[in-house]
């Protein structure tokens, strides 16, 4: 048997750093073994000794494109995921237009197919009418549902309860996930309202603070029991939310947590110092935070790791006032980097690495084939220098966003080669597929 690529001379993150190589053939790894067991093939790589690890699923991408085309489109976002050893994206609705029925849905994905250099799936926002809920899913595809409850974005206002209620048990009976922006739109406006005059980002904290990400986490949870839909917390940005949740999910609830590099690595302290450019929502919190974060990370009590790449151009992240600025930050490109610099400092473990950026976001969202490096799986791969060190720069993005409050820092540990379904779309840092090689996934039921 001649099989199409081997990579060779690898360590390869397989129950463990083993030394040997992968076999890949027909877009799917055959054979993962020592170098002397593995089949002859068409090209043979040799890795040098460099680390093989499952490719990145990022379940919190925004993408824009259509009418945030000037941010962002499709082929500059996967592009982007690509260079970070991103192989699988899951696009969030908050576009224009907004992606909230079959109609947005399907045509946001025609878009996509000819553009994407990754695999891509995507979330849809709650249609207007309960009843169209199932239609997303079983005709169009959609991987889960999308609930930001610091506004309306979709059909259903998540100030509704009764709608609301209605739509997350309709969720639960299709059997997907609904992921949520915990954020109480109410507390939010009435804070706002008190304030007097800009404030600037003191102000902006103020107004987003953790307890209005708690509020909205616990109405949330009471919300699922009656329900029973599987809930995945997005970006959690505070210990107090973390206690809740951890309690909740003892007591029996289906909940999951995420967070991001961004609030893992960057306080509210530096906020103020780096200014609008590392303003995201929720923002920043206190190092006490960050510290009580990396504590349930360690203790595996957080699922996932995601970036929230969300980008905006320059000038829209430079607004005099911090009301007018767009929150979000481009972090498809950083976070792999910046998590191997931990790996490499002791803080966290490549098992933990893998588990919460590949195998709990494939299962989270039933995703078959893919999220571990195993034989019969699709060869989404990432091959990393753990060894090379540079520093982070953001105008060598593929992102059209060529900003990053993580510019000038020094990193250790590199993503160089990038595989999707079998085939380099990345190597050292140039994108070698055509706009529309990767694949939109849908949901299998």
Not at 267 to 292: C, F, H, V
Request: proline fraction near 4%; charge should be neutral; include cysteine.
């Amino acid at each position: 048997m001649t099989v199409d690529v081997v990579l060779d001379n690898a360590k390869i993150f397989h129950r463990g750093a083993i030394e040997g190589g992968v076999a890949i053939d027909e877009e799917r790894i055959v054979k993962i073994a020592k170098s002397v067991n593995l089949p002859a093939a068409s090209e043979r790589i040799d890795l040098k000794g460099m680390l093989i690890l499952p490719g990145l699923i990022d379940i919190h991408v925004h993408l824009r494109d259509q009418g945030l085309s000037y941010k962002e489109d499709f082929f500059s976002g996967t592009s982007a995921a690509a260079n970070g050893g991103v192989t699988l994206t899951v696009d969030m609705p908050n576009n224009k237009p907004v992606t909230m029925d079959l109609e947005s849905l399907k045509e946001r994905m025609r878009i996509a197919g000819e553009k994407v250099v990754v695999n891509v799936g995507f979330y849809c926002a709650f249609p207007r009418a309960v009843e169209e809920i199932p239609w997303t899913v079983e005709d169009g595809g959609s991987l889960a549902f999308k609930l930001f409850m610091s506004q309306q974005i979709g059909g259903i206002d998540p100030l509704d309860e009764q709608t609301l209620g209605r739509a997350l048990t309709e969720a639960a009976r299709v059997g997907v996930t609904v992921a949520v922006h915990a954020e109480d739109a109410r507390l939010l406006s009435e804070r706002r309202m008190n304030l007097r005059g800009n404030g600037g980002i003191e102000a902006y904290l103020k107004v987003h603070s953790s307890e209005v990400e708690v509020d909205s986490v616990n109405h949330v949870l009471r919300l699922s029991r009656n329900s029973g839909v599987q809930i995945h917390f997005c970006h959690i940005s505070s210990a107090e939310s973390m206690s809740a949740i951890a309690g909740a999910r003892k007591a029996g609830l289906s909940a999951t947590t995420e967070v991001t590099p961004h609030h893992l690595l960057i306080s509210s302290n530096d906020l103020k110092r780096i200014g609008p450019i590392a303003l995201a929502d929720p923002p920043s919190r206190s190092q006490q935070d960050i510290d009580e974060l990396w504590m349930y990370l360690s203790r595996s009590m957080v699922d996932v790791l995601a970036s929230d790449h969300a980008p905006h151009t320059i000038e829209e992240k430079k607004e005099k006032s911090v009301w007018l600025v767009k929150t979000g930050i481009p972090g498809l490109e950083t976070m792999l980097p910046l998590m191997l610099t931990e790996v490499n400092r002791g803080r966290m473990s490549l098992a933990t690495l893998a588990r919460m950026t590949s195998t709990n976001p494939s299962r989270i969202l039933g995703l078959k084939g893919r999220g571990d490096l195993k034989e019969g799986n699709y060869a989404d791969l990432v091959v990393v220098d753990m060894k090379r060190e540079y520093r982070i720069d953001s105008s060598l993005f593929h992102s059209k966003a060529k900003y990053s409050p993580f510019d000038g820092w020094t990193v250790k540990g590199k993503p160089v080669k990038t595989f999707v379904n079998g085939h380099v779309v990345m190597d050292e840092g140039e994108i070698l597929a055509k706009p529309g090689s990767g694949r939109v996934l849908r949901c299998s039921g």
